[in-house]
DNA sequence: GCCGTTTTCGGCCCGACTGTTTTCAGTCG
């Protein structure tokens, strides 16, 4: 049972305890665990009781469900919940407007069990008749049904930065002066974002009347002095705050999070006789304001280092950080090479030239063209002529333009583990990432076997993109990705972070493991274009929220220094 | 349900906005 199957079932034990309006503190509990247990870079299911409660957060209790949920599939205490409630309340939950108590009165006083009983009561007008509820409410309701529909989810990171982008530079344009910093998970650099934050310092309400009639905005959720929401079309939200000069620090850090992060940081505080919100550090005894001007001086008077906003996520950063221990994290600046791009010959749309000239001009010194091999006849996949003679065109224009081009492949795994290209052609070219490109409904254990055997080929040097996820798009195939990290570090192979930001694969939890079990790791455009080899940042952003510093990646390393680290030149 | 430099009991992060309210509960982040 994996991570974020056990934390579905935490969390919706904490969702139903809410509706049932339980112990608020035993709420937090079991939400608290699901994130700790859905965040965990190991599997938590072959874990002991005693060895669970070391983690922070689970106690003897949850200690032995997280147990029998991983052996047995559900616990107790879930299954009582689930049958003293419909099945489908928890959808409503989900609605804009509507949390715990709410649908606990349309449960009991209107006998509501699912999204389109609730639709009828509203469109038959049996809402505004409950107490504390009116046409109003109503209303609402029938508009957070109607948003529900047509809601498209979660933004993919990069997506969430363009947006943020320009409705930045509409407001700036709109209020001149006004300074605005996209915070939430977008500054902590998530593979995807839920909704849009964004946080000013300098401006009045002119700024919040141009948030609320920004292009494309269809619904005004909130709309007062210092915090505004917003639904874009698709009903997308947009979060916008605004705070004095002097608490910038302070709000930086409150909306960037995350809310295990804040949490945290909340409890040393008190600890240090102060409170900590999004106005400053104050001290308790007279309200004296000890920090808020800057991030750095609200860590610095916890005594803390100041946490890289990647690194917030409660994964002990604030131990390191108390300890003088946190990484030295990678930037994009310390990337040297880029080692998975495609061009025109298979189903890139660029050829070599210009795909080197390209990464010279964004500050690399070093690529390999990693086109497609024959399994992938839809991209017109290279055989084994094809790849020599692509090969020969690559090493004609190394050197040129002072940037250096190895002639790589990214050669298919197929189906049972084997490579699509024959040995004397892998090993006639400088670099290889092999791949899964097909048959991903293998299970748990052919789809390990599958990448072991390939990565027990000598001529493999990285695996790409080793879950094959598309976010938003396509699960993972299922792979036990400690099996697959022990094999990487036995043979000497890396595995790749895979910079497109619809990938993004390795995810942050698979880089802490293979960081963690001494495995070397690449980041790699995926390029499909010049302009695609920008995607580089988003897999830094991964690597960041993995505290993986420059000694890590090998394509940090100079040219030489990369090259002798490669797998076929070692011993 | 978790946790412990004052604690094995009694705490547990903090504030803005809305709707239906005559002073606040619920939702959200």
New binding site residues.
């Given amino acids: 049972m994996s991570n974020v199957a056990i934390a579905l079932i935490l969390r919706e034990i904490a969702d139903l305890l809410e509706i049932k309006g339980d ?1 608020p ?2 709420i ?3 939400r608290n ?1 699901a994130d700790i247990v859905g965040n965990h870079p190991h599997a938590l299911a072959v874990l002991d009781a005693a060895q669970l ?1 070391e983690i ?8 032995v469900r997280i147990r029998d949920i991983a052996t047995t599939g559900d616990t107790a ?1 879930h299954r009582e919940l689930i049958a003293e409630f419909p099945a489908r309340i928890l959808d409503l ?1 989900g ?9 606990a009165v349309f449960y009991r006083d209107l006998g509501v069990r699912s999204l389109a009983d609730l639709e009828r009561a509203a469109a038959d007008g049996r809402i ?1 008749a409950l ?8 209303a ?1 309701i029938l508009k957070a049904l109607e948003e529900r529909r047509r809601r498209t989810g979660r933004l993919l990171l990069s997506d969430a930065d363009a947006i943020a982008t320009s409705l930045i530079a509409y407001l700036q344009d709109a209020v001149p002066g006004a300074g605005l910093t996209p915070v ?1 998970s977008l500054r902590r650099g998530r593979d995807t974002c839920g ?1 849009l ?1 964004l946080l000013a310092t300098d401006g009045d309400a002119s700024l919040m009347d141009a948030f609320v009639r920004a292009p494309r905005v269809e619904r005004v ?9 917003v639904l874009f079309d698709r009903a997308f ?1 947009a ?1 916008l705050r605004l705070v004095p000069a002097e608490s910038r620090g302070a709000a930086l850090q409150y ?1 960037t999070g995350s ?1 295990a992060h ?2 945290a940081l ?2 040393r ?2 600890g240090f006789d102060c ?5 400053g550090l104050f001290r308790l005894s007279d309200e004296a304001r000890l920090a808020g001007e800057s991030e750095e001086a609200v860590y610095r008077s916890l005594g803390l280092d100041w946490i890289a906003p990647e690194l917030r996520e409660g994964r002990g950063e604030i131990e390191a950080a108390a300890t003088g221990r946190l990484p030295r994290l990678i930037q994009r600046s310390d990337l040297k090479g880029d080692l998975h791009m495609h061009t025109s010959e298979t189903d890139g749309s660029d050829d070599i030239r210009a795909m080197a000239t390209a990464a010279r001009e964004s500050g690399l010194d070093y690529i390999a063209i990693t086109d497609h091999s024959q399994a992938l006849a839809m991209a017109n996949g290279l055989n084994e002529e094809r790849a020599l003679a692509h090969a020969s065109r690559i090493r004609a224009v190394d050197r040129d333009g002072g940037i250096r081009v190895l002639a790589g492949i990214e050669c298919d795994i197929k189906p049972d583990g084997t490579l699509d290209l024959a040995d004397d052609c892998l090993a006639a070219l400088d670099y290889v990432v092999a791949s899964v490109h097909s048959a991903f409904n293998q299970d748990q254990r052919q789809m390990t076997d599958r990448l072991v055997r390939a990565i027990a080929c000598p001529y493999v040097d990285v695996i790409g993109h080793p879950t094959g996820r598309l976010l938003l798009r396509r699960d993972p195939y299922p792979v036990d990705m400690e099996a697959l990290v022990d094999a990487a570090v036995k043979h000497g192979v890396a595995l790749e972070i895979n910079a497109q930001p619809h990938r993004l694969d390795l995810n942050d939890a698979h880089a802490i493991l293979a960081r963690e079990r001494g495995a070397s790791l690449v980041i790699s455009s995926d390029a499909h274009s010049r302009t695609g080899l920008a995607a580089l940042r988003w897999g830094v952003a991964v690597a960041r929220r993995a505290w993986l510093e420059p000694a890590h990646v090998l394509n940090s390393r100079p040219f030489e220094d990369f090259k002798a680290a490669l797998r076929r030149n070692r011993q």
């Fill in positions: 112990n503190f035993k937090r509990a079991y665990a409660r922070p957060g689970i106690g003897k209790d949850l200690a205490v939950l609605l804009q407007g509507v949390g715990p108590k709410t649908v505004r107490k504390g509820m009116g046409a109003k409410k109503e609402l939430g909704d934050d959720l909130a709309r007062g002095e210092t915090k505004s929401s939200q979060d909306f809310k804040n949490i909340r409890d505080a008190v409170k900590l919100n999004e106005y």
